[in-house]
């Protein structure tokens, strides 16, 4: 009587972690370079800050980490407060749910809030990082995806990058949801998507970008039902976390009512930012904000160079336009300008393309200076202005 050896199953934990190191290997240069970033930009925010006579702890934990905090500590245990006029008073229904979501499970083993919010930030930067290797590629070649990776983390609103903020999740988030859109990954897209959208507001950017990238495959009668499921998943957690303060607040618009009345960041338009350019070019506004006005601007050339570079799939065309005129049209906190425009990731690519023909020598100095120059901005802001990054 013979004996049958039963074949061994495969590990598939094994297996799991060599597809995941062999799809990571090629992005570690980029990542090294990334994580080399946030360790400069550490070291001069510390000079800045004892040179300003403030505390290092305090200035990379200050303004909206607060409310991260709150809400990772406590939840949403604000109904919406209202001043003598009627008016909703500044409240974290305002802030949305991932991020402290995620820092309250660090929170568990004992861990303070403010330092989760800064470990989920720092980790969701290198995912973030990731995607960008893997968007410049697939653009331009390995160069450009390394530069894209750096660029965004040497900007001159990137500060928020080393603190408890939203921008390194969201576009953690988005970069893969654009990735996956390049993929006809549609579920995928769809499902990263509605995360997104308990991240941040502008999630809408990324619905529409979606939205397109569904229409042009349904008329091309592509991917079957897939391109109907992306779109109609793309929207539900944006639309959920509205409900749900609308529920809070007692009325449908609540959200938006909080934003306009309490934050006043409303939208207008763009009225502000042109009033802001025009005080510029009279002389009328400090050096902070001329700083923040050229940025503007040169956005804004970047923005429509990078029409020009037709690698890029048109669905971050429109994910990016998006982005631009929500950080352009909104009505208030000029300040955060360069940091709204954070997440306008196509922005880097004209300028990656740039730094990918010069010489490498070129392209160290050019990233070098840049991140010493955005560490000691943001951190300037943040000290001396004494205003939100």
Do not use: K
Request: glycine share 10%.
């Amino acid at each position: 009587m013979s004996e049958t050896t039963a074949e061994p199953l495969p590990a598939a934990p094994a297996t799991l972690r060599r597809r995941v190191w062999h799809a990571l290997r090629p992005a570690l240069p980029a990542l090294t370079a990334f994580y080399a970033v946030q360790v400069v930009s550490y070291l001069v925010i510390a000079l800045v800050a004892e040179r300003a006579g403030a505390s290092f702890t305090e200035l990379v934990g200050s303004y909206d980490v607060h409310w991260y905090a709150e809400i990772a500590e406590h939840g949403y245990r604000q109904d919406v407060p209202l001043d003598e006029h009627g008016n909703p008073e500044p409240v974290s229904l305002a802030f949305f749910p991932l991020l402290p979501g995620l820092a309250s499970v660090f929170g568990l083993f004992g861990m303070p809030a403010a330092a989760a919010l800064l470990l989920v930030s720092l980790l969701a930067g290198g995912i973030a990082a990731w995607g960008l290797h893997e968007f410049g590629i697939r653009i331009a070649g390995p160069r450009v995806g390394n530069l894209m990776a750096v660029l965004w983390a040497v900007a001159p609103g990137a500060i928020v990058l080393r603190m408890g903020y939203s921008e390194s999740l969201f576009v953690a988030l988005a970069v893969w949801t654009l990735l996956a859109l390049e993929r006809r990954q549609w579920l995928a897209a769809g499902g990263l998507t509605l995360v997104a959208g308990l991240s941040r507001s502008t999630a809408v950017a990324l619905i529409a970008a979606v939205g397109v990238a569904a229409l042009i495959a349904i008329a091309g009668r592509r991917d079957g039902w897939r391109p109907w499921a992306g779109a109609l998943l793309a929207p539900l957690g944006l639309v959920a976390y509205l409900l749900y303060v609308g529920w809070r607040g007692g009325r449908l618009d609540a959200w938006f009512w909080i934003q306009d009345h309490a934050w006043h960041m409303g939208f207008d338009g763009g009225e502000l930012t042109r009033i802001t350019l025009g005080r510029v070019l009279a002389g009328d506004e400090p050096a902070w904000s001329v700083v923040l006005a050229a940025v503007v601007v040169l956005s804004v050339g970047l923005l429509v160079a990078s029409w020009f570079v037709r690698s890029i799939p048109l669905p971050a065309h429109v994910y990016t336009a998006v982005m631009m005129a929500s950080a352009l049209g909104t009505g208030a906190f000029w300040n955060c300008r360069a940091r709204f425009l954070l997440p306008a990731i196509t922005l880097a690519v004209p300028v990656a393309f740039v730094l990918a023909r010069a010489p490498r020598w070129v392209s160290a100095v050019v990233v070098s200076l840049a991140c010493v120059g955005g560490a000691w901005w943001g951190a300037h802001l943040l000290a001396y202005a004494e205003l939100n990054p």
